[in-house]
T-cell receptor, first 112, second 116 residues
Framework: DQQVKQNSPSLSVQEGRISILNCDYT??????FLWYKKYPAEGPTFLIS?????DKNEDGRFTVFLNKSAKHLSLHIVPSQPGDSAVYFC???????????FGQGTTLQVKP | GAGVSQSPSNKVTEKGKDVELRCDPI?????LYWYRQSLGQGLEFLIY????????KSGLPSDRFSAERTGGSVSTLTIQRTQQEDSAVYLC??????????????FGEGSWLTVV
């Protein structure tokens, strides 16, 4: 049972435009959501997070939006840069456990 | 060290052999996680250690997989009688305290396991 889903395996965007990466979840107990970025042959690195008590969190070019009623979150990158090209994972946790459940990842390619 | 350290970085083993993967978390981090990523797949949770509490082993795929964490620091993931489907990159991560508090989780670069 895939509790966190990233339905788009890949996304291609022109440099300077907005990148929107989507993530859906099924478990209403999730209360904290994170986005990680992963370059080839490296471990994932933390990007941005959001608590379920918020609907938006912004950090520089990165903004995460949370729609709890739709069980949907998205990561906006604007303006996109070629260095943003990587695999992006969304993750969620909830309840009394610290266990993070990850989505399958979306490969973002930003073209110069 | 400055980050999460994993060894070996690459391991090729014959089917049926046992392997051990090691993780040195960031000093002072009480939470430690193991994930794996098979080719073309997402990050799959394996096991989670938090302080002295009993580990959450709910992600271990079979009884061939086990992990321990000695002294609240270094962790070893052991795979017995390896199978080809065990081929993946095994990622270790750590955080200061429980992520319930929103603490950032830091990943190592992974141990790439190939079973031939």
């Amino acid at each position: 049972d895939q509790q966190v889903k990233q339905n788009s395996p890949s996304l291609s965007v022109q440099e300077g435009r907005i990148s929107i990466l989507n993530c859906d979840y099924t478990n209403s107990m999730f209360d904290y959501f994170l986005w990680y970025k992963k370059y080839p042959a490296e471990g994932p690195t933390f990007l941005i997070s959001i608590s379920s008590i918020k609907d938006k969190n912004e950090d520089g070019r990165f903004t995460v939006f949370l729609n709890k009623s739709a069980k949907h979150l998205s990561l906006h990158i604007v303006p996109s840069q070629p260095g943003d090209s990587a695999v992006y994972f969304c993750a969620a946790k909830g309840g009394n456990t610290g266990k993070l459940i990850f989505g399958q990842g979306t490969t973002l390619q930003v073209k110069p | 060290g400055a980050g999460v350290s994993q060894s070996p970085s690459n391991k090729v083993t014959e089917k049926g052999k046992d392997v051990e993967l090691r993780c040195d978390p960031i000093s002072g981090h009480t939470a430690l996680y193991w994930y794996r990523q098979s080719l073309g797949q997402g990050l799959e949770f394996l096991i989670y250690f938090q302080g002295n509490s009993a580990p959450d082993k709910s992600g271990l795929p079979s009884d061939r997989f086990s992990a321990e964490r000695t002294g609240g620091s270094v962790s070893t993931l052991t795979i017995q009688r390896t199978q080809q489907e065990d081929s993946a990159v095994y990622l270790c991560a750590s955080s200061f305290g429980s992520p319930l508090s929103g603490n950032t989780i830091y990943f190592g670069e992974g141990s790439w396991l190939t079973v031939v």
